[in-house]
């Protein structure tokens, strides 16, 4: 990316220094309409100028970057930053601001609304936009983001219980999102679960697809640590609707476990279980 677009730079450059590198990347957009990378770099560029004049296409921009990297948080992360400094932006247009949530059009995705909910230094403020991105339509997407922003709202608000409840109707209703799950995880303790309790966790979200691994790092520290379970007592509860050897032996394993952050614990498991040695690839040679 060109200095004028990197993030350090943001409100730092002439906007005549900053124009040329816009026109190369809006080029590049026309080109590739929804890649969330350009979108991402077109929105910094944007901003970069010590006076913006387009915050709020870069604000359309980094929202619609969103939406085509969701999921994929090796893309989503630096389109998470570039929300919370889009509307910083923004928010020096407004003498009276309550939260950076007010100035958000529509709710984005679940990391976008992470994102915001992590700059606020004050989650109390945000009861203003809460109301005002209350869903009206009939939308399931903007619902089930309302009611991951309600729940994340009133969690940081101490209100556990309440929290607990809406979190767990959106785990129910959008099942193959690790975010919600996520956010109702406590640390557990081993000398809180009963004997008869330490036995394989079975959760719904077992089935999510390998490429997020935040839930399945979840499960064998809970797995591991706090139910103390040995490797083949967790591999018990593995998904089974897998089998690798079946589908085309040790090397097609590999390229799964590539793929598939799944098939990457099922190996480490099996590698346990099976006492052999756990070899890393730290960028060397074979």
Same mark, same amino acid.
Do not use: M
């Given at each position: 990316m060109d200095r004028a677009g990197s993030r350090e730079n943001r409100g730092k450059w002439p906007a005549e220094s900053v124009g040329p590198c816009a026109?190369?990347?809006?080029?590049?957009?026309d080109r590739s309409k929804k890649s969330p990378r350009i979108l991402n770099s077109l929105a910094l560029l944007i901003i970069a100028?010590?006076?913006?004049?387009?915050?709020? *296409?870069?604000?359309d921009l980094t929202l619609a970057g969103l939406e085509e990297a969701s999921g994929d948080r090796a893309?989503? @992360?630096?389109?998470?930053?570039?929300?919370?400094?889009?509307?910083?932006?923004?928010?020096?247009?407004?003498?009276?601001?309550g939260s950076l949530l007010? /100035? /958000?059009?529509?709710?984005?995705? &679940?990391?976008?609304?992470?994102?915001?909910?992590?700059?606020?230094?004050?989650?109390?403020?945000?009861?203003?936009?809460?109301?005002? /991105?209350?869903?009206?339509?009939?939308?399931?997407?903007t619902k089930k983001r309302f009611? &991951?922003?309600?729940?994340?709202?009133?969690?940081?608000?101490?209100?556990?219980?309440?929290?607990?409840?809406?979190?767990?109707?959106?785990?129910?209703?959008?099942?193959?999102?690790?975010?919600?799950?996520?956010? /109702?995880?406590?640390?557990?303790?081993?000398?809180?679960?009963? *004997?008869?309790?330490?036995?394989?966790?079975a959760p719904r979200w077992r089935r999510l697809p390998g490429r997020d691994r935040r839930l399945w790092d979840?499960?064998? *520290?809970v797995?591991?640590?706090a139910l103390q379970l040995p490797a083949a007592g967790i591999l018990a509860a593995f998904p089974k609707e897998t @089998?690798? *050897?079946?589908?085309?032996?040790?090397?097609e394993g590999r390229r799964q476990a590539a793929e598939d952050y799944r098939e990457s614990v099922r190996w480490l498991l099996e590698c346990v279980q099976a006492g052999e040695p756990i070899r890393l690839n730290c960028g060397g040679e074979e």
């Open positions: 026109g190369k990347t809006e080029k590049a957009l100028p010590a006076e913006p004049t387009q915050a709020h *296409r870069a604000l893309v989503e @992360n630096p389109l998470r930053e570039t929300l919370v400094d889009v509307l910083s932006v923004l928010g020096q247009e407004r003498k009276e601001l007010e /100035l /958000l059009p529509s709710l984005p995705t &679940y990391a976008g609304i992470d994102a915001v909910l992590a700059s606020l230094e004050d989650p109390s403020k945000a009861d203003a936009a809460l109301k005002e /991105l209350e869903p009206q339509g009939t939308d399931e997407n009611l &991951y922003l309600e729940g994340s709202l009133l969690l940081a608000g101490k209100k556990a219980g309440e929290a607990a409840e809406k979190l767990k109707d959106l785990c129910a209703l959008d099942p193959e999102r690790p975010e919600p799950a996520l956010r /109702l995880r406590k640390p557990i303790s081993p000398r809180a679960i009963p *004997r008869e309790r330490k036995r394989p966790c979840l499960w064998l *520290r797995s591991f640590g @089998n690798r *050897r079946e589908r085309g032996g040790a090397e």
